[in-house]
């Protein structure tokens, strides 16, 4: 009886957790990884030497446990896209800050599952209108605006994103800073990669956690 409360108290934590905290998901999965590898190291070692089952029970039960709390963040609610208030860098700021939760979210790169498509169009069509009336005028409204420019799918988008980010990142405020200074790079490549012609930077094919 002890164990089967413990079982179900540690599943409703677990689900609670990972539908509250999104980073906990990649947690997980790396227990779940971890306890494959020690499943298929202990069956082998098992064709030589007889083995308890408890030593193959424990796993199971921390990988099913695991697949619990992946599944249940899985529906927890994206926040709104966009927030539209009379505050034009407030808007920007949060655009940007969604742009990157998103792609934090494990749901996001699970078809079924996933809205980034959609709640990119959303910020995307927003953050036309506002470069559309000239309204950019601070370093920093530049640079949310030109990352969420840099994750659309076209090449003038693109461009448009590496001359803000350019402009943002030779800016006083900001030269120092390493994502303004490293979005002007990632863009600029990506849009010579669009229209076909060759990186300066080489950010296109190396492994980054913030090119997404």
Not at 64 to 86: R, T
Not at 117 to 125: A, N, T, W
Not at 182 to 192: G, I, N, T, V
Request: aromatic share 12%; proline share 2%; glycine share 2%.
């Amino acid at each position: 009886m002890k164990k089967t409360i413990l079982i179900f108290s540690s599943i409703i934590i677990t689900a609670i957790l990972s539908y509250q905290i999104t980073w906990i998901n990649y947690f997980l999965i790396l227990i779940v990884f971890l306890n494959i590898a020690f499943l298929i190291i202990v069956g082998l070692i098992s064709i030589f030497k007889k083995l308890r089952n408890r030593i193959f029970k424990i796993p199971v039960l921390i990988i099913c446990l695991c697949i619990v709390g992946i599944l249940a963040s899985l529906f927890h609610p994206y926040e709104k896209a966009i927030i539209n208030s009379n505050n034009l860098s407030d808007n920007l700021e949060y655009a940007y800050k969604t742009d990157q939760k998103d792609r934090k979210e494990l749901k996001s790169f699970i078809g079924y599952f996933s809205k980034l498509e959609e709640r990119d169009s959303i910020r995307l069509k927003q953050i036309r209108k506002i470069y559309k009336q000239d309204k950019l005028s601070k370093p920093i409204d530049k640079f949310h605006a030109a990352f969420v420019f840099h994750h659309s799918d076209n090449s003038k988008d693109y461009k448009i994103a590496s001359e803000l980010a350019e402009d943002a990142a030779n800016s006083e405020i900001l030269k120092n800073n390493y994502t303004v200074q490293w979005l002007k790079k990632a863009s600029y490549d990506r849009y010579m990669v669009s229209i076909g012609q060759p990186e300066k930077y080489n950010t296109q094919n190396n492994l980054s956690i913030d090119l997404n």
